[in-house]
């Protein structure tokens, strides 16, 4: 299934459960989560989930406020910039951020719990927040962390890092 949105500003306030589709962002769409996205397929799909923009580059955007759980069977994409200030839970395989996708972080947490996180070239920018939990990061971007937490979740907790860590003061 696909489902397409071509408005200035969307916002979901309440419950979302998202189950193996395309998910579109167009004319400069730009969604904000304020509540709760679950994201789940089966693993019988074929297709990955996507977040995709009709056209690159027209700063389409998604803004978590709230929470959003990946417990996808397969690897979710997402090729369009998030900006997270809420809780985003990676509980299964790989949450992937593709061509003009990058991920900001300004509060809030980023949780791996049992998935992975992938960059290509985007980059992931650690400006507030935690990064926590036990997983990879994966890929050929690069986790900039100015102003946020790095912490490994339950003892012996690891996060390991195949791209580039950039630690900076801030």
Same mark, same amino acid.
């Given at each position: ?21 395309? %998910?579109?962002?167009? @004319?400069?769409?730009? %969604? ?14 074929? +297709? ?18 709230? !929470? ?50 992938? %960059? ?13 939990? !036990? ?9 900039? @962390? +100015? ?12 996060? @390991? ?10």
């Amino acid at each position: 299934a696909t489902l397409e949105f071509a408005r200035p500003f969307l916002v979901n306030n309440g419950q979302m459960s998202w189950v193996s589709s395309r %998910f579109y962002l167009g @004319n400069q769409t730009v %969604f904000t989560n304020r509540g709760s996205i679950t994201i789940t397929n089966s693993p019988d799909e074929v +297709i990955p989930t996507t977040i995709d923009s009709f056209s690159a580059f027209e700063n389409e955007a998604i803004y978590n406020e709230g !929470s959003i759980t990946v417990a996808d069977a397969n690897a979710t994409d997402v090729r369009v910039p998030v900006f997270n200030s809420g809780t985003v839970r990676v509980e299964r395989n790989r949450l992937w951020f593709v061509l003009a996708g990058g991920y900001s972080q300004t509060a809030g947490r980023t949780q791996l719990a049992g998935g992975n996180m992938e %960059f290509g070239s985007p980059r992931f920018s650690l400006l507030g927040g935690e990064l926590t939990g !036990s997983g990879t990061i994966l890929g050929t971007g690069t986790l900039t @962390n +100015i102003g946020g937490t790095v912490s490994p979740g339950i003892s012996p907790g690891r996060i @390991n890092l195949t791209g580039r860590y950039i630690q900076q003061s801030g």
